[in-house]
């Protein structure tokens, strides 16, 4: 094998009566669960549910804490102080890992959703808060963020483990930095492009952004997104061509016992 790479999905996100996601079809494919915590999405049932789903499976269990956001799916960006963000991570966390436990697993991992983790990438005082957080709750656990940006930097000061990540369907802008969803082509609907930008960034440690520019990008884990309407189909292809160029899908973040 060339390298190993986490391959993740954002899931757990149905809420009452509203369903979302093909969890079932993606828990086949992907090594890390980042699951919705009952902010932007998801319900204890729900979270229930996901986290069986995991173990079934074999797959890490992260929480996936969010801005309290459940009308805009936790992609509004809300102004928050540091001690909010630091409690809301915590409040999220902990209410993930008690499923996790009481599943006989520990939580592997965290990752910031939606504005929360852009927020997080580019100011310092979010970021520093958020991984005070997974440290104050446990630190084994690895801080999931954007590649190069902010939130995984105040990990590793903290002593943090960490997983700088890289997305498959998002543009990217020259400065690195995700392209808004508010433009155009933000998000890579074609799954053969959608491949090819993984398959440069785990094969060739770059991306190409929004410009044509070719930006440096070394990345520990893909991230996929629940909410595309072809998600274990795209899970499922982006597994097989990553297995054929010789790379192996590993989880990070092992989620054992204890």
């Known amino acids: 094998m060339i390298r190993p790479i986490d ?38 049932e729900v979270m229930r549910r996901t986290v069986a ?17 459940l009308a805009g799916f936790g992609r509004r960006e809300m102004r928050l102080t540091p001690g909010e963000a630091y409690a809301l991570t915590l409040y999220q966390t902990g209410a993930l890992a008690a499923f996790a436990q009481a599943a006989g697993r520990r939580l592997g991992h965290v990752k910031p959703h939606g504005a929360l983790y852009n927020m ?9 808060a958020i991984a005070q957080a997974v440290r104050d709750f ?12 902010a939130l995984p930097r105040a990990g590793l000061a903290l002593g943090l483990r960490v997983a700088h990540e890289a997305f498959c369907d998002r543009r990217y802008e ?32 770059e991306v190409t952004a929004r410009d044509g520019a070719r930006i440096a990008l070394a990345a520990d ?11 274990g189909d795209f899970a499922r292809r982006l597994r097989t061509a990553l297995e054929a160029a010789g790379v192996a899908v590993v989880p990070f973040a092992s989620g054992d016992r204890g």
């Open 7 to 44: 391959l993740n999905a954002d899931m757990g996100e149905s809420f009452g009566a509203w369903r979302m996601g093909q969890d079932e079809e993606l828990l086949r494919h992907v090594s890390s669960a980042n699951i919705a915590c009952g902010f932007h999405a998801g319900d204890p």
């Open 53 to 69: 789903g995991a173990v079934a499976h074999g797959v890490a269990i992260g929480a996936h804490p969010s801005l309290p956001d």
């Open 120 to 128: 997080a990438a580019r100011e310092m005082p979010l970021a520093e």
């Open 138 to 149: 446990d630190p084994r656990l690895v801080l999931v963020g954007l590649a190069g940006s």
């Open 174 to 205: 020259p400065d690195g930095a995700l392209t808004p969803r508010r433009v155009a082509g933000a998000v890579i609907g074609d799954v053969e492009a959608a491949i090819r930008q993984a398959l440069d960034i785990v094969l060739h440690g």
């Open 221 to 231: 884990t893909l991230c996929i997104h629940g909410d595309r309407a072809d998600a």
